[in-house]
């Protein structure tokens, strides 16, 4: 293990913190208070005071470093720094809220550097205006991810930038040029940007508010799903903006190399991606069958109405934004189910979605089809074969090891939330996990669209605030931080 280099990496992730907390404190200054500035200003600064402190000391620690930097490297790094951004980011929250717990803080700070967007609570409004752009600013960074944004302007890393980018983005390395990863990165945050820009200024034109439309730029195009309101959209009771949204949320569940090559003017290589058929056909078909039960449930709803939410709910949980205009927990089990199943499949890889990912089940699926065939006919061969490219084995044993894990990690997860939660029935307790693991924020039953988290034990807290950040870092660079051999030096 190259300790001095990843410790320096990790100030690099502290100094990024520290630029937001500047950025906090000046909009306190701005739109706080008095009363809020007395406490918003002491946390932010308190924050900041950590972070550069923090950053200080992993610099001097890594100050002789070396350029040698492995797959081990990268997962260490990758699991430290969410787990330090997650930590610091909870001062704010827990010197702020006076009702607000360490537990509470870690959790909603979790929640926002993971773009998972459930909360623990329910009063929004009451918010400080710096504490709410601090919320809805730390699921911004964390939508493209603190490491991908260090990745793009650090040159001393090498080969490694490329190995970083895998373990925090879910985008596959075969996509970028070998000797160019830095720069694509860089325009992959660009892209970013300018989604980002584009958002703010439909939400803007809709009659959003400038710090709403800020605010709601930051958690739509991270796929993030904090609000400024309580009620989530339904509280702006607006058709245009809802469109809007669902626009973006479509947009930022895609590869963002799709997007790259899209503004590049490589229709080609679009159209013969094979996740981004299944995304769209997933997406649609999905719309269509939500909004016709809608239509013809016996909701007295207008067809306009039933499209609009139907579309609404199915883009913002397939893309795990987890924004709402409708309680869906009152709908009928059938819709709720498959918003359940779109939980779980996701957005596509190198998105900032979460879930599964589409490619990952497209391969499984593939796959199952090939030893349905094998069972009769033992000898054929078949090649499977994504985005007109053939898998190597490595490839497809890589997606079954995933698969099982996380099959795994949810059966545990479940079992140990049943255990801090006996209060709560089965699909309480389910939901809670796929919300958190999934990176979706509400779920159905108890933690619905108009519910918070708030109810929970203060150990399931922290064990969620832990699962959200394995599954936005895909499990492995959390459980490879469990691993001894992880830890030894390199000779």
């Known amino acids: 293990m ?5 410790s320096k990496l990790l100030g690099v992730v502290m100094l990024i ?3 937001a907390f500047i950025v906090c404190l ?4 701005w739109l706080d208070s008095a009363a809020e500035l007395e406490l918003t200003q002491k946390a932010f600064i308190t924050s900041l005071g950590i972070s550069v402190f923090a950053a200080v000391l992993f610099f001097w620690v890594g100050r002789n470093h070396t350029k ?6 990268a997962l260490c790094t990758i699991g430290l720094a969410w787990l330090l951004a997650s930590l610091i980011g909870a001062i704010p929250y827990v010197m702020v809220l006076p009702y607000a ?4 803080a870690i959790f909603e700070s979790s929640s926002g550097l993971t773009t998972t967007g459930a909360s623990v609570f329910g009063d929004l409004e009451s918010f400080p205006p710096s504490l709410m752009f601090w919320r809805c600013l730390s699921q911004w960074i964390g939508g493209m991810g603190v490491v991908v944004f260090f990745v793009a302007v650090l040159g001393f890393i090498g080969v490694g930038a490329k190995m970083l980018y895998a373990n925090e983005a879910s985008g596959s390395v075969s996509e970028f040029e070998e000797s160019r ?8 945050v660009w892209v970013y940007l300018g989604l980002s820009t584009a958002c703010y200024l439909a939400y803007w034109g809709a009659d959003m508010s400038w710090f709403d439309a800020v605010c709601h730029t930051f958690t739509t195009v991270s796929t993030a799903g904090f609000s400024t309101r309580s009620a ?14 669902i626009v973006f949320m479509t947009l930022a569940g895609l590869n963002f190399i799709l997007i790259l090559r899209l503004c590049m003017g490589r229709f080609r290589f679009v159209l013969r991606n094979t996740e981004f058929a299944a995304y769209l056909s997933i997406l649609v078909i999905a719309c269509i069958l939500v909004s016709a039960f809608l239509r013809f449930d016996g909701t007295g709803w207008s067809t306009e109405h039933a499209i609009r939410a139907g579309t609404f709910q199915v883009v913002s949980i397939m893309t795990t934004t987890g924004f709402a205009t409708e309680d869906f927990t009152q709908w009928t089990s059938l819709p709720q189910m498959m918003l359940l199943f779109l939980m779980l499949v996701g957005g596509c890889t190198g998105s900032t979605a979460g879930g599964i990912k589409i490619s990952r089940l497209v391969i499984a699926l593939r796959q199952s089809i090939v030893g349905v065939e094998r069972s009769f006919r033992t000898r054929v061969v078949r090649q499977i074969r994504v985005n007109g490219n053939t898998l190597s084995p490595q490839a497809v044993s ?4 995933y698969l099982v894990l996380i099959a795994s990690v949810i059966c545990g997860s479940i079992l140990l939330v049943s255990v801090f939660e006996t209060s709560h029935k089965i699909d309480t307790n389910l939901s809670i996990v796929f919300a958190c693991l999934f990176n979706v924020g509400p779920g159905i039953a108890e933690v619905g669209p108009t519910e918070n988290f708030g109810f929970l034990h203060y150990h399931t807290k922290l064990f969620l605030s832990l699962l959200m950040i394995m599954g936005r870092l895909e499990l492995y660079a959390i459980l490879a931080l469990f691993a001894p051999p992880l830890w030894k030096r390199f000779s």
């Open 101 to 104: 717990d360490m537990a509470d």
């Open 232 to 245: 989530s959209f339904a509280a702006f009771d607006s058709p245009t903006i809802e469109w809007i949204s």
């Open 68 to 73: 040698k930097f492995f797959r081990k490297e």
């Open 2 to 6: 190259n300790f001095p280099l990843v």
């Open 17 to 19: 913190l520290a630029i």
């Open 26 to 29: 000046c909009t306190a200054h």
């Open 181 to 188: 990863i830095q720069s694509t990165v860089a325009k992959l």
């Open 398 to 401: 890589e997606v079954n090891s």
